[in-house]
Nanobody, 112 residues
Framework: VQLQASGGGLVQAGGTLTLSCAAS??????KGWYRQAPGKQRDLVATIQQGGFTNYEDSIKDRFTISRGDADNTWHLQMNSLKPEDTGVYYC?????????WGRGTQVTVSS
């Protein structure tokens, strides 16, 4: 299974970015986004399950929105009111029949 993330970039604090992920399969139980800040471990940002149930990390739940795309194999992360501490590499993640798959990551840099 291949995952391709896109949409990262450089934005000023307070700005907005939308990340997108496309998978090579639509047989995905849970779709998600994780991020890794410099020098830190990779942490959960948000997930969305097949039934639409979403889960968010506390620091972003009022600013970020995960959603399914028009196609079953795509999903997005809309990030509003970005802060410098949101800087990191964002990875899309897919649980396909109990197996975890990761995209290569897309860099998000928020300047103050």
């Amino acid at each position: 299974v291949q995952l391709q993330a896109s949409g990262g970039g450089l934005v000023q604090a307070g700005g907005t970015l939308t990340l997108s992920c496309a998978a090579s399969t639509s047989a995905i139980t849970t779709k998600g986004w994780y991020r890794q800040a410099p020098g830190k471990q990779r942490d959960l940002v948000a997930t969305i399950q097949q039934g639409g149930f979403t889960n968010y990390e506390d620091s972003i739940k009022d600013r970020f929105t995960i959603s399914r795309g028009d196609a079953d194999n795509t999903w997005h992360l809309q990030m509003n009111s970005l802060k410098p501490e949101d800087t990191g590499v964002y990875y899309c993640h897919a649980d396909v029949l109990g197996v975890n798959y990761w995209g290569r990551g897309t860099q998000v840099t928020v300047s103050s």
